[in-house]
T-cell receptor, first 115, second 113 residues
Framework: ETGVTQSPTHLIKTRGQQVTLRCSSQ?????VSWYQQALGQGPQFIFQ???????GRGNFPPRFSGLQFPNYSSELNVNALELDDSALYLC??????????????FGPGTRLTVT | GENVEQHPSTLSVQEGDSAVIKCTYS??????FPWYKQELGKRPQLIID?????GEKKDQRIAVTLNKTAKHFSLHITETQPEDSAVYFC????????????FGKGTKLSVKP
């Protein structure tokens, strides 16, 4: 198992609400990437944070936002939740050097259900 | 936009047989190609990866090949075991960003004892 942790494990929210998901990166890693995995699909890249700065973003609307803290843990915030936001949200930890590295190690995910 | 196609979507083999999963990618700038194994209800697990300057890489029973000209890469599992049963995802870097992994839709591998 990787040292990447996520909280909470499961979450149920109502349409229009806001949610914050959390990720602790593996020790020594300074980069966190967030993905959305719908049922039966591959993960889709949301964005990446490297040393507290956004370092790339996928095709997700601005209501998906993030943050990385000095200890390299990260948050994913989603505003104005929609039913289609129901998915498994995965964070992946990587890096440790002066540049982002390629190998990404996933956390267990947060299962978000929007009703 | 960038895309990764993965085939087949399901694959059933007998224990001891080989399994091959194939992927194609569209972004000629892609330079890193990982493979992940995801068991039901668990996190994707990185099992092998290859960079664009290498044509083949092997780790025990699994191997990956890359053909940059054709934009193809494949996962080969030999001497399959029931514990190899899972969904396998290929991915490629895209959008000019190392962090942006574009995933295929997955292959559900079933190994029958």
């Amino acid at each position: 198992e990787t040292g990447v942790t996520q909280s909470p494990t499961h979450l149920i929210k109502t349409r229009g609400q806001q949610v914050t998901l959390r990720c602790s990166s593996q020790s020594g890693h300074n980069t966190v990437s967030w993905y959305q995995q719908a049922l039966g699909q591959g993960p889709q890249f949301i964005f990446q944070y490297y040393r507290e700065e956004e370092n790339g973003r996928g095709n997700f609307p601005p209501r998906f936002s993030g943050l990385q803290f000095p200890n390299y843990s990260s948050e994913l915030n989603v505003n104005a939740l929609e039913l289609d936001d129901s998915a498994l949200y995965l964070c992946a930890s990587s890096g440790g050097g002066r540049e982002p590295s390629y190998e990404q190690y996933f956390g267990p995910g947060t299962r978000l259900t929007v009703t | 936009g960038e895309n990764v196609e993965q085939h087949p979507s399901t694959l059933s083999v007998q224990e001891g047989d080989s399994a091959v999963i194939k992927c194609t990618y569209s972004d000629s700038a892609s330079n890193y190609f990982p493979w992940y194994k995801q068991e039901l209800g668990k996190r994707p697990q990185l099992i092998i990866d290859i960079r664009s300057n290498v044509g083949e890489k092997k780790d025990q029973r699994i191997a990956v090949t890359l053909n940059k000209t054709a934009k193809h890469f494949s996962l080969h599992i030999t001497e399959t075991q029931p514990e190899d049963s899972a969904v396998y995802f290929c991915a490629a870097t895209g959008g000019g960003s190392q962090g942006n992994l574009i995933f295929g839709k997955g292959t559900k591998l079933s190994v029958k004892p």
